[in-house]
């Protein structure tokens, strides 16, 4: 997790308030793993995935992007990516 950590821009970066982290977490946790990933995998991915949201975008922002990500396909891509650089990072960490 240090490695993914390590790579991630901090200049954008603001701590998401920890209820809103939490939930984002738990529901990622609950995707991932209804979608093939064993819960220690799902968990890192979450995090990561948390991570660079928190390091790219305000809060209110990140919201605003996942709300257009529903009907706007730029805006899902851009959240399908930071899952994949994730994923890829996670994958090939070992």
Same mark, same amino acid.
């Given at each position: 997790?240090?490695?993914? #950590?390590? @790579?991630?821009?901090?200049?954008?970066?603001?701590?998401?308030? #920890?209820?809103?982290?939490? #939930?984002?977490?738990? =529901?990622?946790?609950?995707? !991932?793993?209804? =979608?093939?990933?064993?819960?220690?995998?799902?968990?890192?991915?979450?995090?990561?995935?948390?991570?660079?949201?928190? !390091?790219?975008? %305000?809060?209110?922002?990140?919201?605003?992007?996942?709300?257009? @990500?529903? =009907?706007? %396909? %730029?805006?899902?891509?851009?959240?399908?990516?930071?899952?994949?650089?994730?994923? #890829?990072?996670?994958?090939?960490? =070992?």
């Amino acid at each position: 997790m240090a490695v993914a #950590e390590s @790579s991630i821009k901090s200049d954008n970066s603001a701590r998401y308030p #920890e209820d809103f982290a939490r #939930e984002y977490i738990t =529901e990622c946790i609950q995707t !991932s793993m209804s =979608e093939g990933l064993a819960e220690e995998e799902a968990q890192r991915l979450c995090d990561c995935t948390l991570n660079k949201f928190q !390091s790219q975008y %305000k809060l209110e922002e990140f919201k605003q992007l996942t709300v257009d @990500s529903l =009907e706007d %396909k %730029k805006a899902e891509a851009l959240l399908v990516e930071v899952g994949q650089i994730c994923f #890829e990072e996670i994958l090939y960490e =070992e």
